[in-house]
């Protein structure tokens, strides 16, 4: 979730300062892309260290005990907050700053308020409702097994949209995807005939 923010920052950064952004170096980015991975561990840590010392592991189990009535059930709602709902209002948020900055620039190519509204839609669609459902789980305790079940899913499509979603939205994404195609297509037609010809050369 939050690497689509960096990128809704992106969007911002090359509308809002875009001299500053023409500087930007591949380090920079790097060093956005480590500091964003660095904060969602710093923020899951105390769930994690309060779980290794309240909490016995069984081998082979992966899970934080997150119940309503202990203290990692607070915490489980502000991981989800921060790391979860907060991003997708900054994108919201963001898309809508980019729209109006684009529109009074009146700029001719729009790839990436493209690809930030796109994303955006599809943040908002899959990932919304399983999120304002988890934390009504995690403050009421009620559950349905079928919703979650459904929610869930919805909430795991969007990890194969994402790779679509950019290929669709970038020119030049997309033509080197087409470029990879045809270039794979044409080796294997070239295969084709080279062991056709072996076939009618070793018949006569």
């Known amino acids: 979730m939050n690497l689509h923010m960096v990128i809704a920052i992106n969007r911002l950064w090359a509308l809002f300062a875009p001299t500053s952004y023409r500087n930007c170096t591949k380090r920079t980015a790097l060093a956005i892309v480590v500091m964003n991975l660095v904060f969602i561990h710093l923020v899951c840590l105390p769930g994690l260290i309060a779980e290794s010392l309240h909490y016995e592991q069984d081998p082979g189990e992966c899970y934080i005990h997150v119940r309503v009535s202990n203290g990692l059930n607070a915490w489980s709602i502000a991981?989800?907050?921060?790391?979860?709902?907060?991003?997708?209002?900054?994108?919201?948020?963001?898309?809508?700053?980019?729209?109006?900055?684009e529109?009074?620039?009146?700029?001719?190519?729009?790839?990436?308020?493209?690809?930030?509204?796109?994303?955006?839609?599809?943040?908002?669609?899959?990932?919304?409702?399983?999120?304002?459902?988890?934390?009504?789980?995690?403050?009421?305790?009620?559950?349905?097994?079928?919703?979650?079940?459904?929610?869930?899913?919805?909430?795991n499509v969007q990890a194969i949209l994402d790779p679509l979603l950019i290929v669709y939205s970038m020119p030049s994404f997309r033509a080197a995807v087409a470029c990879a195609f045809r270039r794979k297509r044409n080796s294997v037609a070239d295969q084709g005939i080279q062991l056709l010809s072996r076939h009618r050369t070793s018949t006569f």
């Open 103 to 155: 529109r009074s620039l009146m700029h001719q190519h729009h790839t990436g308020l493209r690809l930030l509204m796109v994303l955006t839609v599809s943040v908002c669609v899959c990932w919304i409702p399983y999120e304002l459902y988890y934390v009504q789980y995690r403050i009421t305790g009620y559950q349905n097994l079928l919703v979650n079940y459904l929610l869930s899913t919805l909430y």
């Open 79 to 101: 991981v989800t907050v921060v790391i979860f709902c907060l991003p997708i209002v900054f994108m919201i948020v963001a898309a809508v700053a980019v729209w109006v900055r």
